[in-house]
């Protein structure tokens, strides 16, 4: 059983708006309310889900699921 955990858009905006704050040399990041809304969604989503793999593993005991994160290129 293979469980593939994709970025969402908010994710992937937040992470190329960090991208560009480090290339421009820049102190800070500043996010609308909307964007730090969408983004603390998407991140409690992730959280969920990998709560839920996690629930799988420790209850079944014969699944192996192996989750990756290796913070892409943040």
Known sequence: MANNIT?????KTFNDK???MNQT?????????QEARNLH???FD???QFAKLSNQ???D????INVQMDGGTW
């Open 57 to 59: 593993v420790n209850s």
């Open 25 to 33: 040399g820049k102190q800070s990041l500043t996010l609308s309310a």
């Open 41 to 43: 969604s998407d991140i």
């Open 7 to 11: 970025l969402s858009l908010h994710v």
């Open 18 to 20: 960090v991208k560009l």
């Open 61 to 64: 005991g014969n699944q192996a």
């Open 46 to 48: 992730l959280l969920t």
